[in-house]
């Protein structure tokens, strides 16, 4: 279900890839999502964008996929 928010109320927009479906990740999907993200965000033109945060996500070790994990996200110095 779509929700609908007033642009001026919006703070923040957070999106999660399904990592399963590496191959549907290219260029142009990319694009287009930060598209849709833009314009619900600010105006269609400028988008006030202020800060891009991307994660990586990888597969998980063996033992923690028998356990039913499907990706992991590694946060290193």
């Known amino acids: 279900m779509a929700t609908t928010t007033k642009r001026a109320s919006v703070r923040s927009i957070s999106m999660s890839l399904n990592p399963n ?4 990740q ?7 999502l930060v598209a849709l ?6 105006c ?3 988008g006030r964008i ?3 945060d ?3 996500l ?7 996929e028998k356990l039913g994990a499907i990706s ?3 946060n290193a110095r």
């Not at 479906?21 to 549907?24: A, V």
């Open 58 to 64: 990888g597969d998980p070790d063996p033992e923690a």
């Open 72 to 74: 992991v996200d590694i």
């Open 26 to 32: 290219n260029l142009d999907i990319i694009n287009r």
């Open 50 to 52: 202020a800060f891009i």
């Open 44 to 46: 269609d033109g400028c």
């Open 54 to 56: 991307v994660h990586f």
């Open 37 to 42: 993200t833009v314009g619900r965000a600010g």
């Open 21 to 24: 479906s590496p191959k549907k």
